[in-house]
């Protein structure tokens, strides 16, 4: 699998080299494999974003796997994805959060996601520190109580008006993909 290569000559911005995409960034660009989709920063440089965090797991882990792909379709009931993928993608996903350039607002904690806000979550002292960088932290009341969770003592617990309130309030509403 070809991976990523980092250029060190200044950025341009339509930059395709041998038909493959850059990323561009203030900070870096890196050329993509052959084949990848061409990722740019966005194109508006403000707005308040809020990103609904719905499940401790990013994207769906029952997808087909490559063997069952190979024969055709896969029958009902044998879908086997990589177990634990997605979990790992959220977390991942979240340490990345403390890094980038252009933060979101807040983050609005729903479903099962509220369990990323527990003490014994595996991403506890990242949301702390996303906290500490000014990231307002949210979390559906109703989902909490569910759950029996003891939330981040950083995080606003909203009844269905105030999430209501605050997605409307917001310039983006960005939903990631849970499984």
Not at 15 to 26: D, F, K, N, P
Not at 100 to 109: G, N
Not at 138 to 152: P, T
């Amino acid at each position: 699998m070809n991976k990523p290569e980092k250029l060190r000559q200044p950025a341009a911005d339509n930059l395709c080299l041998q038909g493959r995409a850059a990323v561009i960034s203030e900070a870096e660009t890196v050329l993509l494999p052959m084949g990848a989709p061409a990722l740019r920063p966005a194109e508006s440089g403000g707005g308040k974003t809020l990103l609904i965090i719905g499940s401790v797991s990013l994207g769906a882990d029952n997808l087909p796997s490559e063997a069952s792909l190979g024969g055709g379709l896969a029958a009902a009931g044998q879908a086997s994805g990589v177990p634990g993928l997605g979990e790992i993608l959220q977390r991942r996903f979240l340490h990345a959060l403390r890094s980038v350039t252009r933060k979101p607002a807040a983050l609005l904690f729903i479903n099962s996601g509220v369990r990323l806000l527990a003490a014994q979550s595996p991403v506890h002292k990242t949301l702390l520190d996303l906290s500490e960088q000014g990231i307002n932290l949210y979390a559906c009341q109703e989902s909490v109580y569910s759950y029996h969770i003891d939330a981040i003592k950083k995080t606003e617990l909203l009844n269905s008006i105030g999430m209501a309130e605050l997605m409307l309030n917001m310039d983006k509403v960005v939903t990631l993909p849970c499984g």
